[in-house]
């Protein structure tokens, strides 16, 4: 019974927020104490939709290139993703070269985003996106020092700027972001790259309880959002120059 009542409190939410998870890990998984095996109802939802449970890496490499696989096989279909995504902390443009910035960020001597983020102004566009192209999807090394053959976007039904259902904690340095939803996979090509558009879907209540239950991830560990290490500040280019 108590699996059911949270659930479907979680599920009152997800209504309220067009099908993004706005609970808390806590509440979204305490349900799950028991693992009571699926009934022969949920079982056949379960069967409906693919499901990927591991973090996306857009600040390195993603291991063995699960999510590429994931994406590529799933082309044209609606997917079941759970996952976290660690991405720097959006920061003001017109604050790129104070030094307080350059100390309590690793950002610029991380070659996924020196080689693969071009444009750091979209930084600014939403937590779920890093503006129309997306965030790069790094395979391995070569694949980073090539620039990222591949990236994905989300287009979430909040809007692209709304952070809600992500569950973003904050650190100095970084921001890490924990959802799960229903999301259709379209695989096209956006300026020589390939790009994955995740759009997200609404999908029936009984489907949304059965994932909930038995195929949400139980616990996400929190990552080091601050620097690996400190560093001494760096003087910005207007000290440089005296002025």
Same mark, same amino acid.
């Given at each position: 019974?108590?699996?059911?009542?949270?659930?479907?409190?979680?599920?009152?939410?997800?209504?309220?927020?067009?099908?993004? =998870?706005?609970?808390?890990?806590?509440?979204?998984?305490?349900?799950?104490?028991? &693992?009571?095996?699926?009934?022969?109802?949920?079982?056949?939802?379960?069967?409906?939709?693919?499901?990927?449970? &591991?973090?996306?890496? =857009?600040?390195? !490499? @993603?291991?063995?290139?699960?999510?590429?696989?994931? +994406?590529?096989?799933? &082309? $044209?279909?609606?997917?079941? +993703?759970?996952? *976290?995504?660690?991405?720097?902390?959006?920061?003001?443009?017109?604050?790129?070269?104070?030094?307080?910035?350059?100390?309590?960020?690793?950002?610029?001597?991380?070659?996924?985003?020196?080689?693969?983020?071009?444009?750091?102004?979209?930084?600014?566009?939403?937590?779920?996106?890093?503006?129309?192209?997306?965030?790069?999807?790094?395979?391995?090394?070569?694949?980073?020092?090539?620039?990222? !053959? *591949?990236?994905?976007?989300?287009?979430?039904? @909040?809007?692209?700027?709304?952070? !809600?259902?992500?569950?973003?904690?904050? $650190?100095? @340095?970084?921001?890490?972001?924990?959802?799960? $939803?229903?999301?259709?996979?379209?695989?096209? @090509? !956006?300026?020589?790259?390939?790009?994955?558009?995740?759009?997200?879907?609404? =999908?029936?209540?009984?489907?949304? +309880?059965?994932?909930?239950?038995?195929?949400? =991830?139980? *616990?996400?560990?929190?990552?080091?959002?601050?620097?690996?290490?400190?560093?001494?500040?760096?003087?910005?280019?207007?000290?440089?120059? $005296?002025?």
């Amino acid at each position: 019974m108590n699996r059911i009542v949270l659930s479907s409190i979680c599920y009152s939410l997800l209504l309220a927020a067009g099908a993004v =998870v706005l609970c808390s890990p806590q509440m979204a998984h305490a349900a799950q104490a028991k &693992d009571a095996p699926p009934t022969a109802q949920e079982k056949a939802e379960l069967e409906k939709y693919p499901a990927f449970s &591991d973090p996306v890496h =857009v600040l390195e !490499a @993603n291991p063995e290139g699960a999510i590429h696989k994931f +994406l590529e096989k799933n &082309d $044209g279909q609606t997917v079941w +993703l759970d996952t *976290t995504i660690l991405r720097y902390a959006p920061i003001d443009m017109s604050q790129i070269d104070d030094p307080i910035l350059l100390a309590t960020t690793d950002r610029f001597e991380n070659p996924v985003y020196t080689k693969c983020w071009p444009d750091p102004k979209t930084d600014i566009e939403g937590l779920g996106n890093f503006g129309e192209e997306g965030f790069p999807l790094p395979l391995d090394q070569d694949d980073i020092e090539a620039g990222c !053959a *591949t990236r994905i976007r989300f287009v979430w039904l @909040n809007g692209q700027i709304s952070s !809600a259902g992500l569950n973003p904690v904050f $650190g100095d @340095n970084k921001v890490q972001l924990i959802f799960a $939803g229903f999301f259709t996979v379209a695989k096209s @090509n !956006a300026g020589g790259k390939i790009l994955y558009t995740l759009t997200q879907q609404e =999908v029936p209540f009984e489907t949304v +309880l059965a994932f909930e239950n038995h195929k949400r =991830v139980k *616990t996400r560990p929190i990552e080091n959002l601050g620097m690996p290490e400190p560093k001494p500040l760096k003087h910005s280019a207007k000290d440089a120059k $005296g002025g």
